[in-house]
Nanobody, 129 residues
Framework: HVQLVESGGGSVQAGGSLRLSCAAS????????MGWFRQAPGKEREAVAL???????SYAAGVAGRFSISRDNAENILYLQMNPVKPEDTAMYYC????????????????????????WGRGTQVTVS
C-alpha cells in the first residue's frame, strides 16, 4: 500500500511563488514515476508535471518554464515549485504515483495517460488571485 500526502497549498497573489510537497510512504521506491495533476472547478483533471526514476521531467504546455518538478528519493518527497503563478493555476493539486516506473523518454505520452497512475493523494488547494 502507498500513501501520498500533499502539502504547501494556499492562497497567493499572481506573480508570486508556491512550493508544493508530496510525502510518500509505504511500498514505494525511487523507481516509481511521480507526478502532479490539478483539477479546477468545472474542469477535468489534467497533468501538470511528471518526473521519472531517471530524473526526466515532462511539463504541460501551460506551466513549462514556470513550474519545476523535483524529487528527493532518499526522503521519498516530491516537489512542485510554482513561480510565477497565474490566476489560471487555481485548482486542487494532486500527487500521483505510477508503480510501473514508466520512462518518460520511452513513453512521452504518459503526460496524457492519467490512468497509468495507480496511487493518488487527496490534494492540496492552490488559489491565485
Amino acid at each position: 500500500h502507498v500513501q501520498l500526502v500533499e502539502s504547501g497549498g494556499g492562497s497567493v497573489q499572481a506573480g508570486g511563488s508556491l512550493r508544493l510537497s508530496c510525502a510518500a510512504s509505504g511500498d514505494i521506491d525511487s523507481t516509481y514515476c511521480m507526478g502532479w495533476f490539478r483539477q479546477a472547478p468545472g474542469k477535468e483533471r489534467e497533468a501538470v508535471a511528471l518526473i521519472d526514476r531517471f530524473g526526466t521531467a515532462s511539463y504541460a504546455a501551460g506551466v513549462a518554464g514556470r513550474f519545476s518538478i523535483s524529487r528527493d528519493n532518499a526522503e521519498n518527497i516530491l516537489y512542485l515549485q510554482m513561480n510565477p503563478v497565474k490566476p489560471e493555476d487555481t485548482a486542487m493539486y494532486y500527487c500521483a504515483a505510477d508503480s510501473r516506473g514508466t520512462s518518460i523518454k520511452l513513453l512521452p505520452s504518459i503526460l496524457f495517460r492519467e490512468f497509468e497512475f495507480n496511487f493518488w493523494g487527496r490534494g492540496t488547494q492552490v488559489t491565485v488571485s
